[in-house]
Structure formats: structure tokens, C-alpha cells
């Protein structure tokens, strides 16, 4: 079994499990609680924890039953707006659940407390995960709904700086629209429609459009390419600054 396993839940949102020390598991985003304690079940793992990347209800729906049926610890980054909290945390908070070293990275930008969570790779971990929550999503990012366009930028461009190999969980499969997005802003980009093709044949394998790589991102994200010139051009901005390109993407995805 992999060590992550993804719940899609309402439509949209993907909730993760992640399995350590054989069989325990915490969980990332927890909207419904049933259907965590389906795959819990199913895979025979018990919840110890809960990682909470924002306060929204899609978020954070499963959050009290979960913790009254299993008696799992919740953390996360906002003590007044997120249910049943335990732990509070911040930027730079390192936690240890087992064996596992887990790194919190404040994100604002779609809201103001978000944060993400990143695990390096280790003896116990091969991969290097990042849960991303609604900060960067495969081929797009979270709405801007609490702060400025700068300050969602510089989240995003935190989480680029990460290593490229980095596996990308993200909270939502927005991933065929943000593909489709880009290529109305740059219709001949050749790295973007290949991506496009890559999801639809995943999709209609059934499979699911995460993990994402940093890579990938970094490649083939259009609001992580606000810098370039390609973009400044099809904007027709081609002398403004990459947060005032990055803010023009977002409101034009905000009406796609
Ligand atoms: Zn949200
Ligand atoms: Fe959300």
C-alpha cells in the first residue's frame, strides 16, 4: 500500500490519509467524517491524527465527529476558526507524529491563517510530500479571499522554492480547468497542452490528477509562471511586475 491515500469527498475535494508506523494514519483535510472512517476501515489503519490546512467548512467538516469516535489529536493553524482544535501551529512548527518529521509552512493568501504541511524524505518516508490545501492546486491556486495578491504570490512562490521532486497533494480537482485556463491564455504552449492530454487520459482511466510534482508546477502552473515573459506578452502587460501579472491571472480565472 502507498503511503498516501487520497478520499475524494463532495465532488471536488480530496481528502488524504497517511499511513505510518504500519498502521496508524493521520488525516489531511477531513471534510466527511464517513468516508474517513470508510478508508480507514478498509485499509485497516487507526487515526491518531488530524492535519488541518484552513478553517473553510470543506475543509473541516469531518473534524468533531472524527475526534469524538476515534479520539484523534486535531491540529492546525487557526485556534478560533478551526473546530476542536488541539494544537495550534505556525510557520516553521516542526511535528513529530511517530517517526515523522512534519514541517508547517504559513501559506496566506486564501486565507489568512493557511498553512501547508511538508514532509521531507526520510528512512521512513521515500518521497517528499507536500499537502498544499487550497494555496496551490495542480495547475492553478486557491482563491485570494483574505489577503492581497503579494502575499498569496509570495506563499506560492515558498512553496516553489521547495525540492523539485516534491510530491504536490493538493485540497481540490480543479486540475482539468486550470489546464484549461492556461491554454485560453497561451493557447500555443506546448508543455501546458501536453499536461492537458496527460489529465484527460488519467481522468478517463479513472485514476485521480494528484500527485502533482513541484517540477511540474514550477513547468506547467501559469500563476507560478507570472514572471515570465510568455506570459507578460499574452497579457499584453509587458512591462509590469510579476505580482501585478500574478493578480491579473487570478481575477481572469475568478470569471473562466
Ligand atoms: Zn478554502
Ligand atoms: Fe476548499
Known amino acids: 500500500m502507498e503511503s498516501v ?78 473546530p476542536a482544535i488541539d494544537r495550534v501551529v505556525d510557520d516553521k512548527h516542526v511535528l513529530a507524529i511517530g517517526n515523522i518529521e512534519i514541517h508547517v509552512i504559513a501559506t496566506p493568501g486564501h486565507t489568512k491563517t493557511s498553512v501547508c504541511y511538508y514532509i521531507p524524505a526520510s528512512n521512513e518516508n521515500e518521497h517528499k510530500i507536500l499537502w498544499t490545501g487550497d494555496t496551490l492546486f495542480a495547475g492553478g491556486c486557491g482563491r485570494i479571499m483574505e489577503c492581497n495578491a503579494q502575499t498569496m504570490f509570495d506563499s506560492l512562490l515558498r512553496l516553489a522554492s521547495l525540492p523539485d521532486d516534491t510530491l504536490v497533494y493538493c485540497g481540490h480537482d480543479y486540475t482539468l480547468e486550470n489546464y484549461e485556463f492556461a491554454l485560453t491564455i497561451e493557447p500555443d504552449n506546448k508543455a501546458v497542452q501536453q499536461r492537458l492530454q496527460e489529465i484527460k487520459q488519467t481522468i478517463r482511466a479513472g485514476g485521480f490528477t494528484v500527485p502533482s510534482t513541484i517540477l511540474q508546477e514550477k513547468a506547467t502552473n501559469i500563476f507560478l509562471r507570472s514572471d515570465t515573459n510568455e506570459i507578460k506578452t499574452a497579457l499584453k502587460m509587458p512591462d509590469a511586475g510579476a505580482v501585478d501579472v500574478f493578480a491579473e491571472l487570478r481575477r481572469r480565472k475568478d470569471i473562466f
Open 5 to 82: 491515500v487520497t478520499i475524494p469527498a463532495f465532488g471536488d475535494n480530496f481528502i488524504y490519509l497517511y499511513r505510518y508506523d504500519k498502521n496508524n494514519a493521520l488525516a489531511v483535510d477531513p471534510c466527511d467524517s464517513s468516508a474517513v472512517l470508510n478508508s480507514l476501515n478498509e485499509h485497516n489503519l487507526k487515526l491518531t491524527t488530524i492535519l488541518i490546512t484552513h478553517h473553510h467548512w470543506d475543509h473541516t467538516g469531518g473534524v468533531s465527529d472524527l475526534k469524538k469516535k476515534t479520539g484523534c489529536e486535531v491540529i492546525g493553524p487557526d485556534k478560533r476558526r478551526i
